[in-house]
Nanobody
């Protein structure tokens, strides 16, 4: 069984930065692709960024330049560095795992419980 635990969310002001972490256990972390998704109230869950087991990355186009995904296989952790945050970035952020990197949420096998990010104007 794969367990994913997100942390690092909180209440910040517009323009601030925040780094989310997702700690993984129960599987060979280095062999999995990891994705970050977010879901705002009343909206569908959307892809934010992903990193393959080979460290390739992909981003939602509108977030390129502000968000950076990275992974540390020695710590079994994937990060999402977010900068120049905007109120519209307010959402619950989830990490997810699957063998290969895709952007479709329904294709991910394992999910964390989510961490709330709130950006005030």
């Amino acid at each position: 069984q794969v367990q994913l635990v997100e942390s690092g969310g909180g209440l910040v002001q517009a323009g601030d930065s925040l780094r989310l972490s997702c700690a993984a256990s129960g599987h060979t972390f280095s062999s999995y692709a990891m994705g970050w998704f977010r879901q705002a109230p009343g909206k569908e869950r959307e892809f934010v960024a992903g990193v393959s087991w080979g460290f390739g990355t992909v981003y939602e186009d509108s977030l390129k330049g502000r968000f950076t995904i990275s992974r540390d296989n020695a710590k079994n952790t994937v990060y999402l560095q977010m900068s120049s945050l905007k109120p519209e970035d307010t959402a619950v952020y989830y990490c997810a795992a699957r063998p290969t990197l895709v952007v479709t949420s329904t294709e991910y096998d394992y999910w964390g419980q989510g961490t709330q990010v709130t950006v005030s104007s």
